[in-house]
């Protein structure tokens, strides 16, 4: 059998790569139901160009293998624990892209229809890695963990199958465990709903005036300054989100955290976005960020509103200053004192911001 196949690896802050040149080769409205591995691309009203991989991590890296035969390759090896197939046609090129950047690397594959298989094996445990928020200065935290398989070959279009969905990440996707929810979880949750009350002007809601002040928090947290610093790091008061667009990880980039309403269950809304930029970053015990909220705007795709263009709710960036020291005693386990003071919030949210700022740590540092 003829083949021939790139091997990458795709590093990536959005959960996985995508896969362009290769279009549904049925209805783009027939959904892979029910899987956890891929979906068409971009999950957007624009014109479809290819598929979305989801990987376990948030952040790779990704090894992939993607590889053109002339015949059906057979069943897959049971290594593989997550297996979706897909009839596609091909535009000539396959490439494999990170989701912002771009193309990585490319597979001439001639115009036609073929089936695409894409299996992965690791997802569990680089979604474990990821959220243990390892020392980004060890090399061995950034060796792939999530392996991919994209095969293609020639064949008529049929519909798409699951041929396996073993791994304990898909299955807790697809059934998600009940969450262990910590004491500061209901206090925190009130404080959300009266933020959204705010926000959207509702009954009960409080007028957001132009005066400001201060909050100062003291935690005393579980884990080591290195562990705790890159989890905590991510955090901005709103632990409801449920997506990100930009980087919360570089000095000087906007990250726009989705202000997902806080029920944590039911259709997708949200009143805006929370903004940080990070000013400072001195790892692994102290760090700068300007905070600001973006509220909700009437915006479509065909009405674009970039949000780098939306107005803001505060006139100037409030600004969080986050320092963490170890404080157990010799040969106790390791816990840390976290100082946090979030300068220059609107004085009606500081009681509420502090209660949001309480929990996101705490769910941030348990993790």
Same mark, same amino acid.
């Given at each position: 059998?003829?083949?021939?196949?790139?091997?990458v690896?795709?590093?990536?802050?959005?959960?996985?790569?995508?896969?362009?040149?290769?279009?549904?080769?049925?209805?783009?409205?027939?959904a892979?139901?029910?899987n956890?591995?891929?979906?068409?691309w971009?999950?957007?009203?624009?014109?479809?160009?290819?598929?979305?991989?989801?990987?376990?991590?948030?952040?790779?890296?990704?090894?992939?293998?993607?590889?053109?035969?002339?015949?059906?390759?057979?069943?897959?090896?049971g290594?593989?624990?997550?297996?979706?197939?897909?009839?596609?046609?091909?535009?000539?090129?396959m490439?494999?892209?990170?989701?912002?950047?771009?193309?990585?690397?490319?597979?001439?594959?001639?115009?036609?229809?073929?089936?695409?298989?894409?299996?992965?094996?690791?997802?569990?445990?680089?979604?474990?890695?990821?959220?243990?928020?390892?020392?980004?200065?060890?090399p061995?935290d950034?060796?792939?963990?999530?392996?991919?398989?994209?095969?293609?070959?020639?064949?008529?279009?049929?519909?798409?199958?699951?041929?396996?969905q073993?791994?304990?990440?898909a299955?807790?996707?697809?059934?998600?465990?009940?969450?262990?929810?910590p004491?500061?979880?209901?206090?925190?949750?009130?404080?959300?709903?009266?933020?959204?009350?705010?926000?959207?002007?509702?009954?009960?809601s &409080? #007028?957001? =005036?132009? %005066?400001?002040?201060?909050?100062s /928090?003291?935690l *005393?947290?579980?884990? +080591?300054? @290195?562990?705790?610093?890159n989890?905590?790091?991510?955090?901005?008061?709103w632990?409801?989100?449920?997506?990100?667009?930009?980087?919360?990880?570089?000095?000087?980039?906007?990250?726009?955290?989705?202000?997902?309403?806080?029920?944590?269950?039911?259709?997708?809304?949200?009143?805006?976005h929370?903004?940080t930029?990070?000013?400072?970053?001195?790892?692994?015990?102290?760090?700068?960020?300007?905070?600001?909220?973006?509220?909700?705007?009437?915006?479509?795709?065909? &009405? #674009?509103? =970039?949000? %780098?263009q939306?107005p803001?709710? /505060?006139?100037e *960036?409030?600004?969080? +200053?986050m @320092?963490?020291?170890?404080?157990?005693?010799?040969?106790?386990?390791?816990?840390?004192?976290?100082?946090?003071?979030?300068?220059?919030?609107?004085?009606?949210?500081?009681t509420?911001?502090?209660?949001?700022?309480?929990?996101?740590?705490?769910?941030?540092?348990?993790?």
């Amino acid at each position: 059998m003829d083949r021939r196949e790139v091997t990458v690896n795709i590093e990536s802050s959005h959960g996985g790569f995508v896969i362009e040149g290769m279009v549904p080769a049925l209805s783009a409205s027939q959904a892979i139901e029910d899987n956890t591995l891929v979906r068409w691309w971009p999950d957007t009203d624009a014109e479809l160009s290819g598929f979305f991989a989801s990987g376990g991590s948030q952040w790779g890296p990704f090894a992939i293998t993607a590889r053109l035969s002339d015949d059906d390759p057979g069943d897959p090896d049971g290594r593989w624990e997550d297996i979706v197939e897909v009839s596609v046609t091909a535009m000539g090129e396959m490439s494999l892209n990170e989701v912002v950047e771009g193309y990585v690397a490319s597979l001439q594959v001639p115009s036609g229809t073929y089936r695409m298989r894409l299996a992965a094996r690791g997802r569990t445990e680089g979604y474990e890695r990821s959220t243990s928020f390892p020392d980004e200065d060890e090399p061995e935290d950034w060796e792939a963990l999530e392996h991919f398989l994209v095969e293609v070959w020639p064949a008529a279009a049929t519909p798409a199958v699951i041929l396996r969905q073993d791994s304990r990440h898909a299955r807790e996707l697809l059934d998600p465990p009940e969450p262990v929810r910590p004491s500061e979880h209901e206090p925190g949750l009130q404080a959300a709903r009266a933020l959204v009350r705010d926000l959207r002007r509702q009954p009960g809601s &409080r #007028p957001i =005036p132009g %005066d400001v002040g201060d909050i100062s /928090l003291d935690l *005393d947290l579980p884990g +080591t300054p @290195t562990t705790l610093f890159n989890r905590l790091r991510y955090t901005f008061a709103w632990p409801p989100c449920r997506g990100v667009s930009g980087s919360g990880d570089r000095v000087g980039r906007p990250a726009y955290y989705d202000a997902t309403l806080p029920e944590l269950e039911g259709a997708y809304d949200s009143v805006g976005h929370i903004v940080t930029t990070l000013l400072e970053l001195h790892g692994p015990r102290h760090l700068v960020m300007a905070w600001n909220w973006v509220p909700e705007v009437d915006a479509s795709p065909s &009405r #674009p509103y =970039p949000l %780098d263009q939306r107005p803001r709710l /505060l006139t100037e *960036d409030s600004v969080v +200053t986050m @320092t963490i020291t170890a404080s157990a005693a010799p040969g106790d386990a390791p816990r840390c004192a976290v100082h946090l003071q979030h300068r220059g919030v609107p004085t009606v949210w500081r009681t509420d911001l502090a209660a949001l700022w309480t929990w996101h740590m705490t769910i941030q540092s348990e993790r």
